[in-house]
């Protein structure tokens, strides 16, 4: 005959450690994600948000009054700028550009712009994934003007 070993007991103990190891995994995961979540997206777009929003609707009124469109299109390492009002290409007093991930400033570029016919462009290497485009200008008179543009790179292409 086979002996049978009596099974072991189950004590409190052992169910209080089970739980602390459990809720100890759970803690340290959450943690880990937290700490990574804020470290590479701090979620600030403006220094001041309610600073900015008091002059908002002002600024997106006399934008929208422009009538100006910037347009982007990446394609083989170079990103192109054109921004039109009235259907035209128009070449603002000032114009800048910074190129970034949506998440994170790492990888923020801010390129110098060379003047073409249409508009300017660039050379740049983007990654796959989401960017954001953001683009300054600034009218004759000094008004100025901001919009941020998103494109999505796959395999090279915007």
Known sequence: MTEVKPAKELTGRKVL???LAAFGVVIAV???LLYKAVKTFPGLEVKNSYVASQTFDDRA????ELGWAPEVKYAGGQMN???FANGEFIF???VSVRVGRPTHGREDVIPVL???TIGYWFKIALDEGKWF???SAQTPSGEPFEQRLEIF???GHG
């Open 17 to 19: 450690m089970i739980l």
């Open 30 to 32: 959450n943690m880990t």
């Open 61 to 64: 009124i006399a934008q929208r």
């Open 81 to 83: 700028l054109s921004i």
């Open 92 to 94: 603002p007093e000032e």
């Open 114 to 116: 060379l003047r073409d």
């Open 133 to 135: 485009v953001y683009v």
């Open 153 to 155: 790179v796959t395999n």
